[in-house]
């Protein structure tokens, strides 16, 4: 049997998405590492950053993450995979990037990070997390209908993908 696609979000920051070279190349990992459900490009305000990283709200940290993360467009990506928040989590590489680029100099964050606020991309780490920030950033993605339905279509495909949504589509 083959496992079921578990869901994270993948957030692509700022200066990543200002960054041709860093952003195809994870797009391209994006695309054919993972099955992209959903996809969005939308610019944050701080509020909405806010409320966002509000668990990180008395950390000394905080003003600042919240002030790049409104800085610029930022894209939006709900990955399927069968271990979904644990390989986009290792392809990312350690959340510090000075770490990254001497521990896992290939990672995204030691490839492209910049420093620990701009360390290239966000992503869930759990089941809860995930679950939380899809529909933080996705209010109409319906879990139950894709746990219900979707996720079967997916997995067993055929899909194929969409350059303009840059998404996968289920193929009619």
Not at 10 to 37: D, E, G, M, S
Not at 42 to 71: G, P, Q
Not at 95 to 119: C, W
Request: hydrophobic residues 40%.
């Amino acid at each position: 049997m083959i496992s079921k696609l578990q869901l994270s979000l993948a957030i692509i920051k700022p200066h990543t998405v200002k960054n041709p070279v860093a952003l195809t190349y994870i797009r391209n990992v994006l695309k054919n590492k993972f099955v992209v459900i959903k996809t969005k490009r939308l610019f944050l305000d701080k509020s909405t950053a806010a409320n966002f990283y509000i668990e990180h709200k008395d950390k000394f940290f905080f003003n600042r993450l919240v002030t790049f993360m409104s800085s610029g467009y930022i894209d939006l990506h709900v990955l399927g995979h069968k271990n979904a928040i644990h390989l986009w989590r290792k392809m990312l590489g350690p959340t510090k990037v000075y770490k990254a680029q001497f521990e896992d100099p290939y990672s995204l964050r030691g490839m492209f990070g910049l420093s620990d606020t701009r360390n290239v991309a966000h992503g869930s780490d759990s089941l809860t997390s995930a679950e939380r920030e899809i529909k933080f950033f996705f209010p109409e993605f319906s879990f139950y209908e894709w746990h219900s339905s979707n996720e079967e279509l997916y997995r067993k495909g055929p899909i194929i993908f969409n350059k303009h949504l840059f998404q996968h589509v289920r193929k009619l």
